[in-house]
């Protein structure tokens, strides 16, 4: 089965602080993504990567930066974090190869609080 | 282009049949089907691809109108455990998701014994 993990399912931070959340698959997945997901909107992709160092802007990349020094890991970085950025926040990964059907496997999630 | 899906929410008897359906305007290469349960991740269900036919797990079945830009997810006898919220995505820019999904905004569906 595929895994994903991200490291912690419930942080609260201040506004202004610097937060990194972290994202783990382990089946050796091209592709990783981060969206947030609010009610009544869904969920909206943040950013997304398909290679290692590469990082591409998704539909709400403001106030948000990734990085993806490893293949089976992807962080999502607020520099400064806001109130309007308490949400939950889910990582996801799938497989890139042409002809392969892309299959997003989530993570458990991260509920952030900024206060 | 975010997709539409309907209805917003719909409450059933265990054994009854749901159809939840989720339109997009803009031209399809795939749809993708996750249930949720609450404070769960969303788990997949199905990848539906344009020419492909319509595809079923046990009870719960979806199709694709490439005409029509929509896709519905079939699900038949309804049992508690299909209680969660039904989110379809859709490509963004490339076909088949590899730059991410647009999802819709979900479908609460609950069941009651």
């Given at each position: 089965?595929?895994?994903?993990?991200?490291?912690?399912?419930?942080?609260?931070?201040?506004?202004?602080?610097?937060?990194?959340?972290?994202?783990?698959?382990?089946?050796?997945?091209?592709?990783?993504?981060w969206?947030r997901?609010?009610?009544?909107?869904?969920?909206?992709?943040?950013?997304?990567?398909?290679?290692?160092?590469?990082?591409?802007?998704?539909?709400?990349?403001?106030?948000?930066?990734?990085?993806?020094?490893?293949?089976?890991?992807?962080?999502?970085?607020?520099?400064?974090?806001?109130?309007?950025?308490t949400?939950?926040?889910?990582?996801?990964?799938?497989?890139?190869?042409?002809?392969?059907?892309?299959?997003?496997?989530?993570?458990?999630g991260?509920?952030?609080?900024?206060? | 282009?975010?997709?539409?899906?309907?209805?917003?929410?719909?409450?059933?008897?265990?054994?009854?049949?749901?159809?939840?359906?989720?339109?997009?305007?803009?031209?399809?290469?795939?749809?993708?089907?996750?249930?949720?349960?609450?404070?769960?991740?969303?788990?997949?269900?199905?990848?539906?691809?344009?020419?492909?036919?319509?595809?079923?797990?046990?009870?719960?079945?979806?199709?694709?109108?490439?005409?029509?830009q929509?896709?519905?997810?079939?699900?038949?006898?309804?049992?508690?455990?299909?209680?969660?919220?039904?989110?379809?995505?859709?490509?963004r820019?490339?076909?088949?998701?590899?730059d991410?999904?647009?999802?819709?905004?979900?479908?609460?569906?609950?069941?009651?014994p």
């Open positions: 089965d595929v895994k994903v993990t991200q490291s912690s399912r419930y942080l609260v931070k201040r506004t202004g602080e610097k937060v990194f959340l972290e994202c783990v698959q382990d089946m050796d997945h091209e592709n990783m993504f969206y997901q609010d009610p009544g909107l869904g969920l909206r992709l943040i950013y997304f990567s398909y290679d290692v160092k590469m990082k591409e802007k998704g539909d709400i990349p403001e106030g948000y930066s990734v990085s993806r020094e490893k293949k089976e890991r992807f962080s999502l970085i607020l520099e400064s974090a806001s109130t309007n950025q949400s939950m926040y889910l990582c996801a990964s799938s497989l890139l190869s042409p002809g392969m059907l892309k299959t997003q496997y989530f993570g458990p991260t509920r952030l609080l900024v206060l | 282009q975010q997709p539409v899906q309907s209805p917003q929410a719909v409450i059933l008897r265990e054994g009854e049949d749901a159809v939840i359906n989720c339109s997009s305007s803009k031209a399809l290469y795939s749809v993708h089907w996750y249930r949720q349960k609450h404070g769960e991740a969303p788990v997949f269900l199905m990848i539906l691809l344009k020419g492909g036919e319509q595809k079923g797990h046990e009870k719960i079945s979806a199709s694709f109108n490439e005409k029509k929509q896709s519905s997810l079939y699900l038949t006898a309804s049992q508690l455990s299909y209680s969660g919220t039904y989110f379809c995505g859709t490509d820019i490339r076909g088949g998701g590899a991410g999904l647009t999802f819709g905004k979900g479908t609460h569906l609950i069941i009651q």
